[in-house]
């Protein structure tokens, strides 16, 4: 095939013109080197709109990124986050400012006891006003008894009552005369009569009135009797909160929230939070959903950058992003997905927030039933409860973002499997000890039965009254031996032993923990590390360069630029060895670097010396050049086809990359071909090797020492530009390893050209001359390496810098 000269033509002029831009693009500051890569990066979000719906990252970001990293990046205000701190806040605030009923238990054990406690109750209550700083009115006062029996037989016949009872019924008393039906108090006979029958009854006194109180509440006292195995009464104390009767409660039915104004306005900001939450939980189905369509329509899915791995350590372990990933690639409508498949999108933080929402809403339910309402029911107080628990424990889902805050949960969430495993094997143990407590000791109170028991085990377990209990056991127990050697055994084998092996699996898991927050930090570090390296004193790098070159040697530019950099990456291994080197190293490293620095003076008198030859030479370039023309078009087609496997790459540093690989080829064609004209005849077989058969042999005798390096200079100015000019414009990590990878392979040719001209039996001092020229070719592409990675380096950290900014 004819090769094209003008596509090469053309692609070098183009290459000129970006270089040139390129050594012209000196921003003044670094300021605003940031404000031109957080332009750009602006621009590469606005080009990835479509329709108003941000496509890039949406759909991911909004499964597994924080609310404060939504908000720094898409500027989405944590709306969430904050109703949840309110909710958490108000429910608990509605619980601590709300009354509490108090609660009292006592037990009697004989009817002297009953009857006294009976007498007291009524007395007290008449007495009231003359013991107590608190005023009570007891006019309104009223009582009555109510009681049941479980026996097919009619109570009112067995007890000869004046009048006909069922099974559940009350009787009213009065205060001053005290309980006579159905027994009377006063009589013993009655009221073990009326205990045979019955399994509880309870006493009621209503309508307690304090001046101090609101003016259309009362206090309600209730008073439950529970007979116990026919020989004790355990008697329970209940009070409540109950309305007035007559005209003050409907007098001042209509300012209930004037005087439950707290109450009522902590239910309607509760009310208010809740709904908004749950409104923001159907929203985010609602956005899930649009999204998903959208993308769908578009063809366009989510990219994937490492890079944007915010927060998302606790979805690695189910590769959550891969299967989202997955189900947009499908490409499946909304309606065709399977249950598993929408599953992806949501987590069970949806469900349980929704839970929480329904009983914090319910738990302000008071304020539309004014009337019937009773701020102090039990329903009421579990409703309290739960929307209270509720709220706080949702607070789990955004903890869980921050591994430093969170680090309790993760590491019991981590450590639990490990413990229950162990704690099905203490089990047996566990059931034999609370056996033979109940075997050996139930006189004691301690283990009367398997909760009791199980209890004062637990508080044995954590180290709480183990005087106490052994007192206990040694006390009521046939031998005071047995109940001493039943507690030392107990505390050995789970005091010593289990309870130390939890606390051991914690403090691994600790422990593992810390290392992998350790490890990441030390990473983070290394990132950011080249960064610290660029030297504050450039400029007065430069001058001892320009010193060193006035009273020594006169370079050229390039290798002017060439001394700067070395000087830059000597300061840079100086710093590294300072801080992570002890002293006696640092010396030794010293003293390398000084033997350095006079190898490189050696060689750059050789290469001075090898300056002289350049002008001897002038009239047989141009014949050299015309004839690598010839040759640098046969390999056209390769790189034609390289050129298109490489256009697939979207962003436009991989674009120059790709021009900078065809330069590449096209200049190595014509080294291969100025090699085998010097070596005796371009024409003659094996002379010419292709860019594939690198395994061959390559004839690189040059007689014009002074045409090679005007070659090699050229070609390691286009090269380093085209570097750069990449590095610029490629931000992202994935295409500058490429750049990297491609510069890594050129040195591996140049060394294997170089092993290929020592091979090659020519004469002494020419094999000589080669080696130093690509040697120095091969120093100069290994500095332009350095300067790569230190610019991808402080890359990186420009775009961290800009990222923690926004």
């Not at 004819?2 to 970006?18: C, Y």
């Amino acid at each position: 095939m004819q090769p094209n000269r003008e596509i090469e033509n053309q692609l070098i002029q183009k290459i000129n013109k970006q270089v040139k831009w390129a050594q012209d693009f000196q921003p003044s500051s670094s300021e605003q080197l940031i404000e031109l890569q957080a332009i750009s990066y602006q621009n590469k979000h606005k080009n990835l709109q479509n329709g108003g719906i941000q496509i890039d990252q949406k759909v991911i970001d909004k499964m597994t990124m924080s609310p404060v990293s939504k908000y720094q990046i898409y500027d989405n205000f944590p709306c969430k986050i904050i109703t949840h701190i309110l909710l958490c806040l108000f429910t608990s605030l509605q619980i601590l400012l709300g009354e509490v009923s108090d609660n009292n238990v006592q037990k009697i054990f004989t009817v002297q006891e009953f009857q006294n406690q009976l007498s007291n109750m009524f007395e007290n209550i008449q007495n009231y006003n003359q013991v107590s700083f608190q005023e009570v009115s007891i006019e309104d006062i009223t009582g009555n008894i109510s009681f049941e029996y479980n026996y097919p037989m009619e109570f009112a016949n067995i007890q000869n009552f004046p009048i006909p009872i069922n099974k559940q019924f009350s009787f009213p008393f009065n205060l001053n005369e005290g309980i006579i039906e159905p027994f009377d108090m006063r009589s013993v006979k009655e009221i073990k009569k009326f205990l045979k029958y019955v399994n509880k009854f309870n006493i009621n006194i209503s309508y307690i009135k304090t001046f101090e109180q609101q003016e259309d509440t009362c206090w309600s006292a209730n008073i439950r009797y529970d007979i116990v195995a026919q020989t004790v009464i355990e008697a329970v104390v209940f009070t409540s909160i109950i309305d007035c009767p007559g005209e003050t409660h409907k007098e001042n039915i209509e300012d209930d929230f004037k005087s439950y104004g707290t109450s009522y306005f902590l239910s309607i900001i509760i009310l208010i939070l809740a709904s908004f939450a749950m409104f923001l939980n159907f929203k985010y189905v609602f956005d899930v959903i649009s999204v998903y369509k959208f993308t769908k329509h578009q063809n366009q899915y989510p990219v994937f950058n490492p890079r944007r791995n915010l927060k998302r350590r606790y979805l690695t372990k189910t590769d959550k992003e891969i299967t989202i990933q997955q189900v947009l690639q499908s490409g499946k409508p909304w309606n065709l997905l399977t249950k598993e498949e929408k599953k992806v999108f949501f987590d069970t933080w949806f469900v349980y927030t929704l839970i929480g929402n329904f009983f914090q809403i319910a738990s302000t339910s008071g304020i539309f039933f004014v009337q019937n309402h009773d701020p102090y029911s039990q329903f009421y107080s579990w409703i309290l409860g739960l929307s209270c628990f509720f709220a706080w424990t949702n607070m789990i889902k955004y903890l869980k973002y921050h591994n430093s805050i969170n680090i309790v949960m993760n590491v019991i969430g981590n450590a639990f499997p490990r413990i229950l495993q162990e704690a099905v094997g203490f089990i047996p143990i566990l059931m034999f000890y609370i056996t033979i407590g109940i075997t050996f000791f139930s006189q004691s109170n301690r283990f009367i039965n398997f909760d009791f028991a199980l209890c004062t085990l637990f508080a044995l377990l954590l180290g709480d009254s183990v005087n106490d209990i052994a007192q206990d056991l040694k006390m009521n127990s046939t031998s005071g031996l047995i109940g001493v050697l039943y507690v030392i055994s107990f505390c050995f084998v789970f005091m010593l032993a289990v309870h130390n092996i939890w606390i051991a699996m914690i403090m691994e898991e600790l422990k593992v923990k810390k290392n992998r927050e350790r490890k990441q930090e030390e990473e983070k570090k290394l990132k950011q590390m080249p960064q610290k390296f660029v030297p504050a004193n450039q400029s007065q790098l430069r001058e001892s360069v320009v010193q060193e070159r006035e009273t020594e040697y006169d370079f050229e530019q390039e290798d002017f630029n060439l001394e700067i950099e070395r000087k830059i990456q000597e300061n840079n291994q100086k710093f590294i060895s300072e801080m992570y080197s002890p002293p006696n190293v640092q010396i030794d490293q010293q003293q390398q670097q000084q033997q350095q620095q006079q190898q490189h003076k050696i060689e750059k008198k050789t290469s001075a010396q090898s300056f002289s030859s350049e002008e001897e030479h002038k009239e047989d370039r141009k014949q050299q050049h015309s004839a690598l023309d010839k040759i640098s078009e046969q390999d056209e087609l390769d790189s034609q086809q390289q050129q298109q496997q490489q256009q697939q790459l979207p962003n436009q540093g991989q674009n120059y990359l790709n021009k900078y690989i065809v330069l590449k080829d096209i200049l190595r064609a014509r080294g291969e071909s100025n090699a085998s004209l010097e070596s005796g005849g371009g024409n003659q077989p094996g002379s010419l090797n292709t860019y594939n058969d690198r395994e061959s042999h390559q004839s690189l005798e040059n007689k014009d020492f002074g045409t090679k390096r005007k070659f090699s200079a050229n070609t390691k100015f286009k090269f380093a530009n085209l570097a750069e000019k990449a590095v610029q414009l490629n931000k992202q990590e994935d295409h500058n390893i490429k750049l990297k990878d491609e510069i890594r392979f050129l040195l591996q040719d140049t060394e294997n050209e170089l092993l290929s001209v020592q091979t090659y039996h020519v004469n002494q001092d020419q094999l000589k001359e080669l080696e130093q020229k690509y040697r120095k070719y091969m120093k100069y592409l290994q500095l332009k390496l350095n300067r790569i990675n230190s610019h991808l380096q402080n890359n990186l950290a420009l775009l961290k810098l800009r990222d923690h900014q926004q």
